[in-house]
Structure formats: structure tokens, C-alpha cells
């Protein structure tokens, strides 16, 4: 199985960026359909974008679309996150996650592996 890793936690400042990365090992990374999701204290976890095995299809929560960019690196084993234009809102544990059958999809449980997630604060 795909072992994932994130990097990238930070505390910004609301209108700043930051940029989270995904490192996976183990199966071969191009196997796996990809996705971002967010968990802030006391809600439920969130979908924020997904990427196709090829790297060439996404999928954005309404919540970033136009300011969040998904993309991978096959060749590096490499997922990222780039976040703009951060809000106080956008502030929670972000886990990157990954699936081998299927495509691309917003519900958390159709992800069978998962990171231990990166914390990320913006403030006001």
C-alpha cells in the first residue's frame, strides 16, 4: 500500500499563501487518484480538491475554487497544495489521501489511504 506524507504547516497571515506537500512511498504514486481534505476543531472533515492519476483533471470545493491549486509530480512521488488568498476560515488539520480504484471523488471514505495531516492556522 501508498504510505503519505504531508509537509507545509504553518501559521500565515489572512491574504497570505502557503504551500502543502504530499510525499508518498511504497506502490507506484501514478496508481493513485488524489485528494486534499480539511478538518477544523469540532466539524466534520472536508473536501478541498482532487486530482486525477494522470494530473490533468481537478476537482475544487466551491470554498477555494480560485484560490486553491492542486497538482502532482508522478515522476517525484509528489502531491501539492498551493493556497492563496488565505482566510481565518481556511485554518485546519489538512490530510492528503489517495485511492487505487475509481476515479477522483469528494467523500472522504471512498479514500482508503491517508496521511497523518499538516496543521494549518491563518490569522485575522
Known amino acids: 500500500q501508498v504510505r503519505l506524507v504531508e509537509s507545509g504547516a504553518s501559521l500565515v497571515q489572512a491574504g497570505g499563501s502557503l504551500r502543502l506537500s504530499c510525499a508518498a512511498s511504497g506502490r507506484t504514486f501514478s496508481n493513485y487518484a488524489m485528494a486534499w481534505f480539511r478538518q477544523a476543531p469540532g466539524k466534520e472533515r472536508e473536501f478541498v480538491a482532487a486530482i486525477t492519476r494522470s494530473g490533468t483533471s481537478f476537482l475544487y470545493a466551491d470554498s477555494v475554487k480560485g484560490r486553491f491549486t492542486i497538482s502532482r509530480d508522478n515522476a517525484l512521488n509528489a502531491m501539492y497544495l498551493q493556497m492563496n488568498s488565505l482566510k481565518p476560515a481556511d485554518t485546519a488539520v489538512y490530510y492528503c489521501?489517495?485511492?487505487?480504484?475509481?476515479?477522483?471523488?469528494?467523500?472522504?471514505?471512498?479514500?482508503?489511504?491517508w496521511g497523518q495531516g499538516t496543521q494549518v492556522t491563518v490569522s485575522s
Open positions: 489521501a489517495g485511492r487505487d480504484s475509481g476515479g477522483i471523488h469528494v467523500r472522504a471514505s471512498e479514500y482508503a489511504y
